[in-house]
């Protein structure tokens, strides 16, 4: 069964630091790029980032440049965002999300991981 | 301000046809980005519902379509059923950002 499982979110302080990971399993991860989504409580959706398949290129919104990386581990089929300097305009529910190369959309959702940045 | 604009809400009743639009520019779906469209159920993850403007993933019913001209891009939903009651985002990417780009999206309700 093809899945992403999301991981990591919770409760930080601004300007605080927090990293999220998601879990793949069913497919093969290391053939796929990956994107990382959020959405604000009643907001739409907002893309965050993306990695290529192999890690060799990176993208980020302008939004989070500068203060989150993301990265992914092949070998153990998992994907990263480290966020740092995280403000309120951040709280949101983050979904990891597989590219597929053939379709070229975001074929594949997690259920989410919900991030709160208040003090 | 979504790049990609699409009208807050649509509404239908049962058995009937509506359509979504959504708005892009020349440096998204009018440079020849494809457009794809997300149905997100209440209290849920998006998921895939079109993609490549008119193609369907396995699963989901043809009732649902897609079209594109010109700078935008359309989803249609026939025979409309009460369990169609979601948010509808249409997507793609954007040369001028250098990223992927989402719509505000759109509220169906089935009345």
């Known amino acids: 069964q093809v899945r992403l499982l999301e991981s990591g979110g919770g409760v930080v302080q601004p300007g605080g630091s927090l990293r999220l990971s998601c879990a793949a399993s069913?497919?093969?991860?290391?053939?796929?790029?990956m994107h990382w989504v959020r959405q604000a409580p009643g907001k739409g959706l907002e893309w965050v980032s993306f990695i290529r398949y192999d890690g060799s290129k990176k993208y980020y919104a302008d939004s989070v440049t500068g203060r989150f990386t993301i990265s992914r581990d092949n070998s153990n089929n998992t994907l990263y965002l480290q966020m740092n300097g995280l403000r309120a305009e951040d709280t949101a529910v983050y979904y990891c999300a597989s590219y597929s190369y053939v379709s070229d959309a975001f074929d594949i959702w997690g259920q989410g991981t919900l991030v709160t940045v208040s003090s | 301000q979504s790049v990609l604009t699409q009208p807050p809400s649509v509404s239908g009743a049962p058995g009937q046809r509506v359509t979504f639009s959504c708005t892009g520019s020349?440096?998204?779906?009018?440079?020849?980005?494809?457009a794809h469209w997300y149905q997100q159920l209440p209290g849920t993850a998006p998921k895939l519902l079109i993609y490549g403007t008119n193609n369907r993933p396995s699963g989901v019913p043809d009732r649902f379509s897609g079209s594109k001209s010109g700078t935008s891009a359309s989803l249609t939903i026939t025979g409309l059923q009460a369990e169609d009651e979601a948010n509808y985002y249409c997507q793609s990417y954007d040369s001028s950002l250098s990223g992927w780009v989402f719509g505000g999206g759109t509220k169906l309700t089935v009345l």
């Open positions: 069913g497919f093969t991860f290391s053939t796929y790029g």
């Open positions: 020349s440096s998204n779906i009018g440079a020849g980005y494809e």
